[in-house]
């Protein structure tokens, strides 16, 4: 899997512009803001577009989603379904932030537990992560060993879960339970900041090592 990190909008947010090799296939993953700027480097990458990717419903993944969506005639896949309030409440996380207002809409597709993405011969698997949001989901690409976590996991930190329905515990158990389980060396993308990998975390995470999973 190839990938092109593009922070975007005053929150610093990760969006992810992956891409197969051999087939030049691409999808954006959480495209939080600044569409503009996205598709600037989707042409610069020369690469196609083919669906745009959600791991949550908070307005910083998902601001652009809707016109690039439309933009680029592809569809809009995840997250999963318990996060539909989150995108039916858009306007009113816009008015919240001060932002110009972005519309709610509902993806062509929800995730669920075990589901597979393709990306041209890239074969993403689909894990439901709740705790940041209850209907989070992280994309894992086992083959290159590389993950795209949103906001559950951080170099050196977990997500927020003072948001309406997220739970600290619960996700402290998705990442004990979900993400550890699938190997440290995996390299991870998270939605803000520098990347890490899921060993490096296990090790050195001051939340993770505080406090065991929940079995």
């Known amino acids: 899997m190839k990938y092109h990190i593009i922070p975007v909008t005053a929150f610093s947010q990760n969006c992810t512009l992956i891409w197969c090799d051999a087939t030049q ?105 709740p705790g940041h949001t209850p209907g989070h989901i992280v994309f894992i690409d086992k083959k290159s060993r590389q993950a795209l976590v949103g906001d559950v996991l951080f170099n050196g930190g977990v997500g927020r879960s003072d948001f309406p329905r997220g739970d600290h515990q ?16 995996i390299a991870f993308i998270p939605g803000h900041g520098p990347m890490s990998t899921f060993g490096q975390e296990r090790q050195t995470n001051p939340f993770l090592r505080a406090e065991p999973a929940i079995w």
Request: with cysteine; glycine share 10%.
């Open 170 to 185: 619960v996700l402290i158990n998705s990442i004990h339970t979900k993400l550890l389980p699938q190997g440290d060396d």
């Open 25 to 129: 296939q691409a999808a954006l993953v959480d495209p939080g803001g600044e569409p503009e700027k996205l598709k600037a480097q989707v042409a610069k990458k020369g690469v196609k577009v083919k669906q745009i990717l959600l791991t949550h419903g908070h307005l910083d993944h998902v601001g652009a989603a809707a016109e690039l969506a439309e933009y680029y005639q592809v569809p809009i896949v995840g997250p999963n379904k318990e996060d539909a309030f989150w995108l039916d409440g858009l306007p009113a996380q816009s008015r919240m932030f001060g932002l110009e207002e972005c519309a709610s809409f509902t993806p062509t597709q929800w995730l669920e537990e075990g589901d597979m993405v393709q990306v041209g011969e890239i074969s993403l698997d689909v894990l439901h992560c």
